[in-house]
């Protein structure tokens, strides 16, 4: 319930208001995140760092995740991230940031907002009401999810290489996958929040 509230120049940064990152990529290990709730206001000010993940309950999961037949995780914190000097890629949503995993019943009532994102070149800010980015490198499903809250990316002055891709739902799901039967879903979810 508490705000959780990080500025630095680490070069992968993580922050969750539960779960930061999951997993360090060995083989067959994998996580239970299921039924967690964040209220708090999870903001993060960044320099000097190549990707950015943060989302109002998980940051980043970098393995799979099981329990994903209902994970019931809820937001209802703000989360923002302010001028970020140099940030190269920003995944940032209102419950996940980053995911390879599937994730069930998720809900975000609180306002996601990304202040001056762009102030280096070819930078890349991806904003979803529920998740930020569904990576590539499994098969992943983002369904019955929920957004309500508002999400505002103000953009800092830009000089056409930038890529901004934001979603009530999901920023960006990726479907090229390097396995054979990766695929990406956003099935059964409902935003109503201004973008």
């Known amino acids: ?20 990152k999951a997993g360090i990529k060995t083989a067959n290990e994998s996580v239970k995140i299921t039924d967690c709730k964040n209220t708090g206001k999870v903001s993060v000010t960044v ?18 995740v ?6 019931a995780l809820e937001n209802s914190g703000e989360v923002t991230t302010n001028k970020s000097t140099t940030l190269k890629t920003a995944y940032i949503g209102g419950v996940i ?10 809900y975000n009532t609180g306002n996601v907002t990304v202040i001056n994102a762009s102030t280096t070149s070819s930078q890349k800010v991806y904003v979803g009401g529920v998740a930020g980015f569904m990576d590539k490198k499994a098969a992943e ?16 002055e830009l000089d056409g290489t930038e890529d901004y891709v ?15 039967n990766g695929t990406s879903k956003v099935q059964s979810n409902s935003n109503s929040g201004d973008i």
């Open 66 to 71: 099981e329990g994903s037949a209902a994970n």
């Open 141 to 156: 499903t983002i369904k019955q999810g929920n957004n309500t809250g508002i999400i505002n990316v103000s953009c800092g």
């Open 97 to 106: 940031g980053q995911s390879i995993s599937t994730f069930n019943t998720i």
């Open 47 to 64: 320099w000097n760092s190549n990707n950015l993940r943060m989302g109002g309950v998980v940051g980043w999961t970098s393995i799979p």
């Open 166 to 180: 934001v979603g009530g739902i999901v920023g960006m799901a990726n479907a090229t996958s390097i396995t054979s």
């Open 1 to 20: 319930t508490n705000n959780v509230s990080y500025a630095g120049g680490s070069e992968y940064p993580a922050i969750g208001g539960v779960v930061a």
